[in-house]
């Protein structure tokens, strides 16, 4: 019965599984990595080697632990030498940042979107800031590869973005772009920012160590990111989550995709803005210009935010019958407006919802804030050299 | 680096992976085997032995092949000796079945459960139906398990019912109640009608080879059993799936749950009727009462269709933009009445469901039809075996 995984398949998994650990929870004793891993301390120290060899992890002695004996080495990931670009896409900015692996932001730029720029603009203002960023890389650093969160319908296979109408795209083939411009024969990986912020939160934010997790992210539309079993889930092509576009009212508004009450028109910002007499105006100011009198006690703009906030819970409620998640986070605009009606999401969620399917579920904003979106990104460009780590580089 | 899976695990999960294979695919040859299974023949062989001694399979000549040449010998699952007992207990009968590995239903019961019949009434019903059955079972057969489908929330861990408004049901333990009415020592698991459905279609029905599924079961209420990613999804507690109350028209009426506007009112049995004008009849003979009607041309009756069949396409649209799913299959009344409405479903899909979500989606009815309950029950009372053949029986 010798058939099985050969030597060489348990040593690949074997050292992603160290640098998988130290990546997630950064520098870790051997003690602990034998305890953690389940391997024993002559494979730690072996697989310790292969990946230090390769300048992926360095060891060295604790800090200062204040115990007696001779301490256990410590693995550290090679945080400042290896490396992933990410980007964040966004309705009204472009994000470009150089994470280190272990998650840490190296390096970052920001730029405003003007509203209508094309992917052919978009892509060289991107390719100015890695080439800006790029000037200031240690010698002897490894590019791993390229994620991207887009605001909008990435296609898993291509990155090919399927609509996105805030911005105004269709059918762009952003991977391929980002590819050519950015070079280097790497990959370059793409998901939509709610997907990639609840990946982040799940690897190392307020969703570690739950299985069933909803991540709405909020900008002119709304979006999910989907955890469920402990795995995330994107559906067919990549394009699951689209939960702006339920129906939750279906004698209400016209939505931009054509349809008709989607549960965005009625707490995307702009019904927020709306419902606040600020038609017209868009963007995270605009909806903290409501939010914050209303927490102020304003009375127009409290009863804004009551309105739109009961929408909100009306589509959680659905969301928690449908997955009986343990966390649903609030993420981008949705943030400002959860905090601000937090009464009411839950009120409607306690209604909505049945009892066994809500009873565990905890409201939580994100612990990464907005950078889950490139943390996120680059967890996904990460994820080749995790799987294999001798094999990039 | 010798650490990995030791010679007995290895040996366990070839075992398990040879015992599912043929369990899903009947009878194969060790031709087959080898070149599906990734293993030589000798362990293919030696696995076969294995099997054959614990009474799991038996091997022989294949049929009649017609090729020249000394064929390869065929393993098949031994269906008629060793079984699961598979139970559904529905709002309006109780089926109780023993199933044979390979997911042959072997003998089968059925009664007609009255409205208001208790937990504590039900199960002494199912075990005198296990009763008769057992006298007909071959001498030296091998009893793995029980599965159990439920109309109502099932608890993943313990089986606890925790809401079945259309049986009156609420916190009953179900599992506990079989496990010591039928006894044995043996595991009893339980799932949703819908959920076991889709697992049924999932491993031999409609929905094999797909990865991202929603199966939709109606009887009073809605349920969905969700494959994604190739994996059941259940949720946090075994909860998911609620999709019957996803609010779809919050202006609409008063849901069993509390709720207002649940999917459930505008496309149940009850709302069905309601449209028809035949309030107060329930049940799957009332529904085609209604449904075969309307494809006779009764104006009435087609206007009833139509127009709850729009209802059923918006739901759909919702988890078509959820999930992104390859195929949605509809069982149980949704059958009969997306048989009905099919023009109308697929309309609201398609001006609802975003293009992306929707392009690749394919509407089907279940290829085990009402069986899939019994056949996906006896699925997971089976899966201890398959995982480790040679620990169970």
Redesign the interface.
Known sequence: ?????S?DE??R??LGALLRYVHVHGATSRAELTSRLG??RS?IG??TADLAGAGLVSEGAPKETGRAGRPSLVVRPESARVYAYAYSIETDRLRAARVGLGGELLDRRELDRPPGLLVDEVVPLLAAAVKEMQQSVPAGSIRVGTGAAVCG?A?RDDGLV??SPHTGWSDESLTTRLRDELGGGLPVVTGTIADLSALAEHVRGVAAGY??VIYLYGDAGIG?GII??G?????????????G???????GRVCS???RGCWETEVGELALLRAAGRAGLSGQAAVLAVVDPAARGDANAQSAVRQVGDWLG?GV???V??????LVIFGGTMRDLYLAAAAQVRSRLN???????R??VRLRTPKLGDDGALIGAAELAFERLLTDPLDVG
Do not use: D, K, W, Y
């Not at 209604?351 to 399917?357: E, G, K, Q």
């Open positions: 019965m010798r058939t099985g995984p030597q348990i040593r998994q074997n391997l024993n494979t072996a697989l319908m296609r399927r609509l299985h069933n999910a469920a079993g795995r995330r889930i994107t559906g067919h092509g990549g394009h699951g989550g689209e939960v576009h339920m129906v939750v009212n279906p004698g995709c054509g349809s009306f409620a659905n969301l019958n449908i997955f009986n998640p343990e209604s909505n919802a049945l009892a066994a399917c009873e565990h």
